[in-house]
Nanobody
Framework: QVQLVESGGGLVQAGDSLRLSCAAS????????MGWFRQAPGKEREFVTA????????NYAASVKGRFTISRDNVKNTLYLQMNSLKPEDTAVYYC???????????????????WGQGTQVTVSS
């Protein structure tokens, strides 16, 4: 079993930055691909970004590319999401997720992730 706990959300103005963190425990964090997803009110959960188990490979949704950066610290067992130039449309609950099979690559599909955090709210005012 693995536990994921997000932190760092909050209320900011358009153009501001935030850094989300996701602390992992319960298994060897460094062996599993991780991702960030978000869900706005009334919408389905959507892919934001993902990173390979070693950190060498990443992928971003078109809507955040160039503004968001995913990274991981496999010593601290922590996943990060640096969000710059935030827009009101970035408002959502942000979730981190972990794949269940060691060595698997990143995925953009929610169904490929076996473990999820409880989410952290990000609100961007205009």
């Amino acid at each position: 079993q693995v536990q994921l706990v997000e932190s760092g959300g909050g209320l900011v103005q358009a153009g501001d930055s935030l850094r989300l963190s996701c602390a992992a425990s319960g298994r060897t964090f460094s062996r599993y691909a991780m991702g960030w997803f978000r869900q706005a009110p009334g919408k389905e959960r959507e892919f934001v970004t993902a990173i390979s188990w070693g950190g060498a490979s990443t992928n971003y949704a078109a809507s955040v590319k160039g503004r968001f950066t995913i990274s991981r610290d496999n010593v601290k067992n922590t996943l990060y999401l640096q969000m710059n130039s935030l827009k009101p449309e970035d408002t959502a609950v942000y979730y981190c997720a972990a794949r269940g099979s060691p060595g698997s690559g990143w995925s953009i599909r929610t169904s490929d992730y076996d473990y999820w955090g409880q989410g952290t709210q990000v609100t961007v005012s205009s």
